[in-house]
């Protein structure tokens, strides 16, 4: 076991963990934060998306151990003072999710690509974007709105 | 916040936790000294167990049991069942082969079951599971569904000879032939359905608790139908009775069918929790969900189209190969039987119908219902071999469709369904306009200036939901009523709990349903909660699959707010001094007709609860009503969608242009709901016809088992979708609803497949249409055209 400190949410947060266990075995086993959540153990579906440093990682392909230092972002801390994430509330002003699972992910890949490619997002740079995460519901019809909507309004 | 109203697009009550991470699926949940489990999967399709060898393994760190197939028989645990009989054509019953929940003796899938490990960590259990060392006594397995029941082919259940389970029939084979023999033109097509894995983005999973002070269980798990659950592991496994049972299925993440059925790993989460003495936890990894979730659809088909000298069809004959897989899962024989031939008549009047299935076993993973379960295969049968026959006959295919569009209802079916109201021109009008079919012509010579092919799909589907009546599913064969229950049960307050049997997994249930009760009881939607999925409050129900929530759920429920309205009368009747027959209910108010004096619907519900003012002996105290509504009929949403896709006819490569989908679902209770269970019923059709396909190779070993190798359908394959809506309203529910969860699936699959055969010039494209298969198409197609000239 090794100890592993870090930032979640802003927040301090440490556990000792197995030098096999993954950063999101982490977050929702040692730090009950379950938001972040696991489809397929193998970097394809994108539910386990969460922010390090800044950046879009899939949790379930780092090691725990590698988010030493770093600060971390959860959809648990999206919202800031019980008010939604203009994301957030684009996703569900269109309707942009039905059971759920995939929509943590979904979010944080959202606020990725708008850091990354700022908030004018076309309909084709937007479904480029989202190769990494799957949603069985939705046939992306609507999350593609959701974020093209949200892009703006985080202007 | 006023009373919400059918037919607007309220935002989803549901979503606030989602979308802040606070959902609570099965796999969230924590238990107090909780387990984990590590099944260990056969590596091989078909094999003896000659020996299991665990002593190592039972010594590892924080193994506390191994339990395997001996366990289980020792323990008198019952066999998974399949609770739908189909009989054969000579009556026999179907030979359903006995499914332990861990294997005993035998393995008959790669993915089957040997033996469970509980440990204290996940990765404990893992590394156990890893040492167990299993000698098996390989077999030559029987993977292919075309070669099944070959003589020789490996026997995979002693009771079932050629792996044979049914050879059903339903029509007059008599008049269907003689039709053919009449006809003038016959079109012949022969097609493959191919097998799809359901692939719910969250996996499977199950929590099994036993209380030695109550001797209880609950069980929480990913269902879709909670109470089948408990009945069936309670009535026929034999884990514990039901009243001592509890089934909780909280969030679940998407179930489309995979979620419906009753599995091993909860079978064994909730058993070996008793044996441990502490909550086993379970939870799928997605290579887990490619082995031993049910798959759906895997038919080989053959048709044949009889058509008279005027242009009208006069018969239609299908014989089907219906892949079971390894074992019967709970509902599998009835999908390819009952769900599947009473649509063959698809939206046409066609006068003799015959079709012969044969459920055959394989050396596979169980099969069953998938999204559209049965009729997204027979939509594929009608829509395409109308489409080919179109061709041939030199008619334009909408045309020809409009010349044997059923015009009249009710219509009675020659394969037992009795449609009961439809506009099958108006849909089909409707979706030709605004697709701008005229126009096609021009953009495909546009397409074709840019050097790429450009082609047009047709599919008028059609679809049975909410099956039913009880008695009529009984009749068939099926283990259970397919009623649906609801309770309304108003608090002194005149907030409103709604208890339904339904299950929510994305349907936004909370929303819709919410919606109704404000709507019908005039108050506002947050007065309003809707509780599902758990077995201790929520007293029986059916659950949700085949598009039932609307059509079967919601009519339970307006049932049970007609009780509440109607209690509520009397009491009123007291309070405002009037005879009960003056009273009316409307916008939340109790009114005396005539005069000014009413009472809000609140006041009413604390004056029940109070009971001051009426005689309790006449009208008992509280405001709570239940209901337990069945159907009359099926109910048969219908449509039009179009499919136009262009072609790279260098790359094969294949981009949906263009989607228009005009559906029929009668009533709408909210648009941007069923607006999004279009689109993702297209986007998973999209995904059959152009992407994915569950392999197995010759020796049943599964070739794609991961998202690596099963392509699922992304954001940059699908295009945006055009949807809108015909009306007709359904005579069989007080609503007047339809169903719309799976339209999307049975029509898109052949509107694809349409239009490229119809971009390509060659009819023979099978699904997946990968490039690499509409390429080889062209050749062929490029051929043809060259031995023509």
């Excluded at chain 2, 009795?418 to 546009?446: C, I, M, T, V």
């Excluded at chain 2, 709901?673 to 279009?678: D, K, S």
């Excluded at chain 2, 992407?691 to 599964?702: C, P, R, S």
Aim: with cysteine; net charge negative.
């Amino acid at each position: 076991m090794t100890t592993v400190t870090l930032t979640v949410n802003g927040r301090p947060a440490s556990a000792d963990v197995d030098a096999r266990t993954l950063l999101v075995q982490l977050l929702r086993e040692h730090l009950h934060l379950t938001g972040t959540h696991v489809g397929c153990d193998t970097s394809q579906c994108g539910a386990c998306v969460v922010h390090v440093n800044g950046r879009a990682v899939k949790s379930c392909t780092m090691l725990a151990l590698q988010a030493e230092g770093a600060k971390v972002v959860t959809i648990e801390g999206v919202a800031s003072n019980g008010k939604l994430h203009p994301m957030q509330e684009a996703f569900r002003e269109h309707h942009g999710l039905q059971c759920g699972f995939c929509t943590p992910g979904m979010i944080m890949s959202a606020l990725d690509i708008v850091n990354r490619k700022g908030n004018n997002l076309d309909e084709h740079t937007i479904r480029e974007e989202l190769e990494g995460n799957l949603c069985r519901c939705t046939g992306y019809h609507n999350i593609v709105k959701a974020i093209a909507a949200g892009a703006k309004a985080m202007r | 916040m006023s009373a919400s109203s059918i037919g607007a697009s309220e935002r989803r009550t549901e979503d606030k936790r989602f979308i802040t991470g606070r959902g609570q699926y099965t796999d969230d949940i924590r238990r107090p000294y909780q387990t984990h489990a590590c099944f260990l999967r056969s590596p091989h399709a078909h094999a003896t167990i000659k020996g299991i060898d665990f002593k190592k393994a039972s010594k590892m760190p924080g193994v506390l049991a191994i339990l395997t197939g001996d366990d289980i028989a020792n323990d008198k645990i019952g066999n998974l069942i399949c609770g739908w009989m189909v009989l054969s054509k000579d009556g026999s019953p179907m030979k359903a082969g006995p499914h332990p929940a861990l294997a005993q003796g035998k393995v008959r899938y790669v993915g089957d079951s040997v033996a469970v490990v509980i440990a204290e960590t996940l990765d404990q259990a893992k590394d156990a599971a890893n040492a167990i060392k299993v000698d098996y006594g390989v077999l030559p397995a029987a993977a292919d569904l075309a070669k099944a029941r070959d003589a020789g082919a490996a026997q995979i259940h002693e009771n079932a000879p050629r792996n044979t389970i049914y050879e059903w029939v339903i029509g007059d084979e008599a008049a269907v032939d003689a039709a053919i023999k009449r006809a003038k033109h016959v079109t012949k097509i022969d097609i493959v359905n191919n097998r799809l894995i359901p692939n719910a983005i969250e996996p499977r999973a199950a929590i099994g608790e036993y209380d030695q002070g109550t001797e209880s269980f609950t069980l929480w798990t990913t269902s879709q139908n909670p109470h089948v659950a408990r009945l069936v592991l309670s009535a026929f496994i034999g884990i514990a009775p039901e009243h001592k049972f509890r089934v909780i299925a909280p969030d679940v993440g998407g179930g489309f069918g995979s979620k419906i059925f009753i599995y091993p790993e909860e079978t064994v989460c909730i058993w070996a929790s008793k044996k441990v003495g502490r909550p086993v936890r379970w939870t799928a990894e997605r290579n887990e969900s490619f082995q031993a979730d049910a798959h759906g659809r895997d038919h080989i088909t053959h048709a044949e189209l009889a058509i008279d000298e005027k242009g009208k069809i006069t018969a239609l004959k299908v014989k089907t190969l219906a892949n079971i897989g390894a074992y019967m899962s709970t509902f599998s024989s009835a999908v390819p039987t009952f769900l599947y031939a009473p649509l063959l008549s698809g939206q046409y009047e066609i006068p003799s119908i015959y079709c012969e299935v044969d459920g055959v076993y394989t050396n596979t993973a169980p099969v069953d219902a998938y999204r559209g379960a049965g009729r997204p295969e027979a939509c594929f049968v009608i829509e395409r071999i109308v489409e080919v026959a179109a061709r041939e006959l030199h008619i334009d295919p909408a045309e020809f469709r409009k010349k044997n569009f059923i015009k009249s209802f009710p219509y009675q079916t020659p394969v037992a369904s009795l449609y009961d109201a439809g506009d099958y021109p108006g849909a089909l009008d409707k979706a030709l306009q605004q697709h701008d079919y005229k126009n096609f012509g021009k953009r495909k010579a546009e397409s074709e200036r840019n050097g790429k092919l450009r082609g047009i799909g047709f599919s008028s589907y059609i679809e049975a939901c909410g099956v039913a009546p009880s008695a009529v599913a009984g009749s068939l064969g099926c283990g259970v009523g397919l009623w649906e229950s609801a309770e309304i049960a108003v608090t002194p307050t005149g907030m409103v709990e709604v208890l339904t049997g339904s299950h929510s997994h994305g349907q936004g249930h909370e929303t819709t349903f919410a919606q109704l009760v404000s709507a019908k009881l005039g108050i506002p939607m947050d007065h309003i909660t809707i509780v599902h999925g758990d077995t201790d409050k929520v007293q029986f129900g059916m659950g949700t699959y085949g598009s039932r929530s609307g059509a079967v759920g919601m009519s339970a429920i307006v049932q049970a707010v007609d009780k509440v309205i109607a209690k509520g009368k009397q009491v009123a009747a007291h309070i405002l001094e009037a005879a009960e027959g003056d009273i009316e209910f409307s916008d939340g108010r109790f009114k005396v007709a005539g005069t000014d004096k009413s009472a809000a619907f609140g006041e009413i519900a604390l004056a029940a609860y109070v009971a001051h003012k009426f005689p309790t002996a006449q009208i008992e105290p509280g405001l709570k009503e239940h209901a337990f509504y069945d159907p009359t009929n099926f109910t048969f949403p219908a449509g039009t969608h179009i499919c136009e896709v262009e072609i790279d006819p260098e790359t094969g490569v294949t981009e949906i242009a263009k989607w228009t989908a005009i559906d029929d679902f009668g009533t709408v209770i909210n648009p941007m709901i069923v607006e999004g269970q279009v689109h993702g019923g297209i986007a998973q059709g999209v995904g059959q016809a152009l992407l994915e396909n569950a392999v197995y190779d010759k020796n049943g070993q599964l070739v794609t088992g991961s998202f690596m190798d099963y392509c699922m359908p992304r954001a940059d394959n699908l295009p945006s979708f055009d949807v809108d809506y015909v009306f007709t309203k359904c005579p069989s529910n007080p609503l007047g609803m339809k169903g719309c969860g799976e339209a999307g699936a049975i029509a898109a699959p052949v509107a694809v497949i349409n239009a490229i055969t119809s971009a390509v010039g060659h009819e023979n494209v099978p699904m997946p249409a990968t490039p690499n298969a509409v390429w080889a198409a062209i050749q062929k197609s490029a051929k043809l055209r060259k031995a023509a000239e």
